[in-house]
């Protein structure tokens, strides 16, 4: 698992299909979250690029692409029920999963430990 | 609104949010509690369904005494359109200052306490409000606010139940009736109102006893300690208006919708009509409307169109037709929620609008006010 200062999360499988989502903190951080819009599936992303919008009670927010690649799947059910996000972020409520253009984009991101100390 | 300092100025019960682990945030010049561990969404489903508190210390508790009562009533006449002179005794009546040009300076709550007027003010405004009124009123009348009391509000469906094992008097009170009683040992200041739409009251307590009222009333099951996210969202469902935001200086009471407020007595052909600043303006209002009007708006989508998100009539092309002033997530409704001011012309109940969110026109339609049914006890 890798993670990025913009509180997501990546974990790659064998196929090079990388799924993302968001924090624990980062969840906790946004508060009760009441509206995701998600990418959709096929399109081609830049790293960086904006990709999904989240809003919570408070504010909305973007999440950013980690890396390039293609949408190749995308969780419709934090899109019905977006209150998974808060329940549990860094399982069932994963945001889409990317083909990676190149997987070595993720080792610049933080391992466990340096995104534990990161959020202090 | 902030000590010369800068600092920011905290309320008899900061101790005992920080306590409760409330995130404390800045807010018109005070450090207060935005949300506690439940989080705003809970917060706002557990007023609804049972009783929240809420610490609403930094709002400006003013006392206008003159020679008779009479003389109180008749001169705050002077700043706002609103019939205090026919307000009884233990009755208390929204109203709102305006200003030369028929704009909202600020809204408030007048209560009639027998032998003086209490008025209760918001927080950013309360320094501009209290000039205003020393300004226009005194010597006749003195303007003394009130610093040694906090001011809690008691909201919701169980907030009877809660507080009459403290008084049982509360039960004899109605919507909007004012009354003194003792609570906890101390000479309480008690209104039935609030600004969720809730039942409930306000209770203005002597500081010293503000911390032990406070933990006595969270010690109830039914009741939960509430922050400042959820009641705006309370608010916002409710219709009530956020001072800064759906009204200001540049809005006029018939273009807020809120000529309710405006008594009869105080409007064209009544016995006291006018003698209020912006008369003439808001009496123009009146006879010809404004080309703007107050709406709630409901977007037909789960996005929340939040303030500042432009309105358009159509779903592409053509000028802004007006904006949202508040807009959110509405938990009780279950979907986003706002209020904003379009054309006059569109602001029938049902009209199609498009609101531009992160560029994309989404549809919205105009919408009845309140979005939940009020509980008030009449």
Redesign the interface.
Known sequence: MKYTEEHEWLEADDDGVVTVGITAHAAEQL??V??V?LPEVGTSVNKDDEIV?I?S??A?SDILAPIDGEIVEVNEAI?SE??KVNDDPEGDAWFFKIKAEELGQMDDYMDEAAYKSFIG | MSDEDGALKRTPLYDLHVSLGAKMVPFAGYEMPVQYPLGVLKEHQHTRARAGLFDVSHMGQVVLRAKTPEMARAALERLVPVDVLGLAEGRQRYGFFTNDYGGIEDDLMIANRGDHLFVVVNAACKAADIARMRAALEPEVTVKEITTRALLALQGPAAEAVLAEHHPGVREMKFMDVETLPIAGAECWISRSGYTGEDGFEISVPEAAAVDLARALLAHDEVEAIGLGARDSLRLEAGLCLYGHDIDADTTPVSAGLVWAMQKVRRPGGDREGGFPGAAEIFGDLAESTAQRRVGLRPEGRAPMREGVEIFAAESGGEAVGRVTSGGFGPTVGGPVAMGYVSTALAAEGTLLYGEVRGKRLPVKVAKLPFVAQGFKR
Do not use: T
Request: net charge negative.
């Open positions: 508060g009760d009441v509206f819009e919008v809003e009670v408070k909305a899109v977006p209150g």
